[in-house]
């Protein structure tokens, strides 16, 4: 098993939470593009914990419920779970479908459950108290408003946001003052819509998926500052961009076509393709691993305090947390600069 990441921990705003380093995201044991066991989950939990990660990310989202019932299964079987921090999401009800379809929304053999977006006051109390059944918990350590913003609500995005302001931030407002979450956020794709947020209420911070990576870094301009100011922290997920940053463009099983590639969940445009490679040949000039750089980047800026990756099984966790623990030299992030592959104002590990 890897040596332990949870130490040092950041804190999450201004709250109390201590996040440790690499976080456990728990889409995959919800099915994510593939079925697995709940004992395969529970391993994958398990080799986490023992890996020293204390964060753990789900929602109702993520195989309609399954997630959140495996993870909730396997901490509630493991002693050591007592001091972790899990975070799920609100903004989604789950009602029963007719629909006998093996893959929904990227989910394969979920529960036959429909997501519908709801961002009202009652749909959001409606969400957690589901929640808290499906984790087997009293309290939520963070709550998450999920996937608010344009890329996925479209031209129906000004109402959604009203909705949620006027109903669902009261009511996530409502359940921290009452102490049965500790602290709230957004959880999105779009660090616009986190910037927005902030000019409307009061966020202890954001889980950001996919917008703070080796390949882009343009919340570093006017977000990620923003959040300094009004001491609100960022959980970065999707550190691997959908997965081009953890395979890389050049390898034979690349080459040959039978590993596609992926950013932002669609193909990689040839842009992207041809940044990830010039970021390969500066790894291959350090024999640095791809994913380590891509795992480390973000974690180095002082308003992420996690760095959030998708596990399915313990061989993924173990990686990962290989990958986290990778030296690589200051030299290669100098290299990255001089080429102009990082933005001017982007931290780098020290």
């Not at 079925?35 to 753990?56: E, H, N």
């Not at 609100?232 to 076509?257: D, E, Q, Y």
């Not at 000039?285 to 998708?310: D, K, M, R, T």
């Amino acid at each position: 098993m890897g040596s332990s990441i949870a130490i040092p921990r950041r804190q999450f705003g201004r709250s109390s939470l201590s996040l440790s380093r690499l976080g456990f995201g728990a889409a995959p044991i919800g099915n994510l593009y593939q079925p697995i066991t709940g004992v395969q989950a529970g391993r994958a939990v398990k080799a986490a914990l023992l890996s020293g990660i204390r964060y753990f990310d789900t929602a109702p989202h993520y195989g309609f419920g399954l997630s959140e019932t495996r993870l909730g299964a396997a901490l509630g079987n493991i002693a050591a779970a007592e001091s972790v921090i899990v975070s799920t999401k609100v903004g989604r009800l789950l009602v029963p479908t007719s629909s006998r379809a093996s893959v929904r929304h990227g989910f394969v053999d979920a529960p036959p459950l429909e997501p519908q977006f709801d961002y009202s006051y009652d749909g959001v109390m409606r969400s957690f108290e589901s929640s808290l059944q499906r984790l087997q918990r009293e309290h939520i350590d963070l709550l998450l408003a999920h996937d608010l913003g344009p890329l996925t609500h479209g031209a129906d995005h000004p109402a959604r946001f009203r909705e949620f302001m006027d109903g669902g931030y009261r009511a996530m407002s409502e359940l921290k003052a009452a102490g049965r979450v500790t602290a709230i956020g957004l959880g999105t794709n779009e660090w616009q819509i986190c910037e927005a947020a902030l000019k409307h209420g009061d966020f202890d911070g954001f889980l950001l998926a996919g917008r703070y990576t080796l390949l882009e870094q343009g919340a570093c301009e006017t977000f990620l500052p923003l959040c300094a100011r009004r001491g609100a922290s960022v959980i970065l997920g999707g550190p691997f961009n959908s997965g081009i940053l953890a395979t890389g463009v050049k390898s034979a099983a690349i080459a040959s076509g039978k590993v596609p590639l992926h950013y932002n969940y669609e193909p990689a445009p040839q842009a992207i393709i041809d940044r990830v490679a010039q970021l390969e040949s500066v790894c291959e000039e350090f024999a640095v691993p791809l994913a380590a750089a891509a795992l480390q980047f973000p974690a180095a800026h002082a308003q992420i305090c996690s760095v959030l990756a998708g596990f399915a099984s313990d061989a993924q966790v173990q990686q990962a947390v290989s990958w986290m623990n990778t030296p690589i030299p200051d030299e290669f992030w100098q290299r990255l600069r001089d080429r102009e592959l990082l933005h001017p104002a982007a931290a780098t590990p020290a």
